[in-house]
């Protein structure tokens, strides 16, 4: 079946520093991806997502490759800031044969940024 | 637009007892979904709703029940609370059910069941 692991948290880092979160995905035909963010106290947003193979997202500084030859697609952001401190989910988006695309999600890494 | 909103935001219940979480979107969206989130796992789809008057089962809908009347309301209802039911609660909405497509979530509901 349809599954995404994501590296487990927590992952620490200094203000500037470069950040690497792993996903990889397993998924019949041709899944959408996507990467979340949930900030404390709050529910998930969106943060990038692709929806085909070499596909790259980004938004606010934060960039993910869909690969499709390695089932990946890894969170990177080159200079990290306190206020990216938040729990971060892979999802993927497959649908079933003559069913609506349902979100399936990793088990989430938590991210905390010091100064 | 406030989005996706959800009451209450914490609540704590005694086995056996009921509840309904409240979900309301003001986006006129078709799609509506509720997710438990248990600690340290990702989230897991409980129902669904593709537009009024149609539901159906997630990955784990058993003691659950929902219904959809209208466009905007997606009221879950747990019947006979269970300490397995402790768990943070997400209901989302999308426009489309289709890949690529963004769901919205609320802030979520925090129940004990104690």
Known sequence: ?115 | NAGVTQTPKFRILKIGQSMTLQCTQDMNHNYMYWYRQDPGMGLKLIYYSVGAGITDKGEVPNGYNVSRSTTEDFPLRLELAAPSQTSVYFCASSSRGVGGNEQFFGPGTRLTVL
């Open chain 1, 1 to 115: 079946g349809n599954s995404v692991t994501q590296m487990e948290g927590p992952v620490t880092l200094s203000e500037e520093a470069f950040l690497t979160i792993n996903c990889t995905y397993t998924a019949t035909g041709y899944p959408s991806l996507f990467w979340y963010v949930q900030y404390p106290g709050e529910g998930l947003q969106l943060l990038l997502k692709a929806t085909k193979a070499d596909d790259k997202g980004s938004n606010k500084g934060f960039e993910a490759t869909y690969r499709k030859e390695t089932t990946s697609f890894h969170l990177e952001k080159g200079s990290v800031q306190v206020s990216d401190s938040a729990v971060y989910f892979c999802a993927l988006s497959a649908s079933p044969s003559g069913g609506y695309n349902k979100l399936i999600f990793g088990a989430g890494t938590r991210l905390a940024v010091h100064p």
